[in-house]
T-cell receptor, first 111, second 115 residues
Framework: RKEVEQDPGPFNVPEGATVAFNCTYS??????FFWYRQDCRKEPKLLMS???SGNEDGRFTAQLNRASQYISLLIRDSKLSDSATYLC????????????FGKGTRLSVIA | EAGVAQSPRYKIIEKRQSVAFWCNPI?????LYWYQQILGQGPKLLIQ????????DSQLPKDRFSAERLKGVDSTLKIQPAKLEDSAVYLC?????????????FGPGTRLTVL
């Protein structure tokens, strides 16, 4: 089982739609979780951290389910500018362990 | 504030040749990372420096890859000799404080093509 698994997509959705991505991780001792965004031929950028209680940033909501070892990202009211690859990222038991990236889920928002 | 700088942006070489990449992190960032991102995959950590010391190089193919950060600021990553499967984007990232900082800031990457 891969450390971090994501559905690669692509997810093609119309503007204004709500879309959700899931990600599963294999190491139950993982402590920190993130979503990064990567535009085509650009570098990854932190979108948001994921907390146990769930967190929201505007149209974006992240959830963590430790029991089932999955992380989700919900995007409401999709914009054309949301088109990108969304990378699920997990860190192990301490800050000394490296970030492990999933392969990413590609989203295309269509007018 | 200037971001992470990398050069060159693109490099094309033939297999068995050598290549070197350079990274200048954000000023004051103690932690520096080199990642390899193969097309269709997420970034994979090659090596992590804290100041000029190596924290993690467990996934660095040491028979052909080497990296240094001599003065704790900029860093170079070298491949010698290159193989076809080394074709990828090499990303450098830095973190502002210490090992427990989660946010990493990535440079634009160097796109390597090995023919």
């Amino acid at each position: 089982r891969k450390e971090v698994e994501q559905d690669p997509g692509p997810f093609n959705v119309p503007e204004g739609a709500t879309v959700a991505f899931n990600c599963t991780y294999s190491n139950s001792a993982s402590q920190s979780f993130f979503w990064y965004r990567q535009d085509c031929r650009k570098e990854p950028k932190l979108l948001m951290s994921v907390y146990s209680s769930g967190n929201e940033d505007g149209r974006f909501t992240a959830q963590l389910n430790r029991a089932s070892q999955y992380i989700s990202l919900l995007i409401r009211d999709s914009k054309l500018s949301d088109s990108a690859t969304y990378l699920c990222v997990v860190r192990g038991v301490s800050g000394n362990t490296p970030l492990v990236f999933g392969k990413g889920t590609r989203l295309s928002v269509i007018a | 504030e200037a971001g992470v700088a990398q050069s060159p942006r693109y490099k094309i070489i033939e297999k068995r040749q050598s290549v070197a990449f350079w990274c200048n992190p954000i000023s004051g960032h103690a932690t520096l990372y080199w990642y390899q991102q193969i097309l269709g995959q997420g970034p994979k950590l090659l090596i992590q420096f804290q100041n000029n010391g190596v924290v993690d190089d467990s996934q660095l193919p040491k028979d052909r890859f080497s990296a240094e950060r001599l003065k704790g600021v900029d860093s170079t990553l070298k491949i010698q000799p290159a193989k076809l499967e080394d074709s990828a984007v090499y990303l450098c990232a830095s973190s502002p404080r210490d090992l427990y900082t989660d946010t990493q800031y990535f440079g634009p990457g160097t796109r390597l093509t090995v023919l």
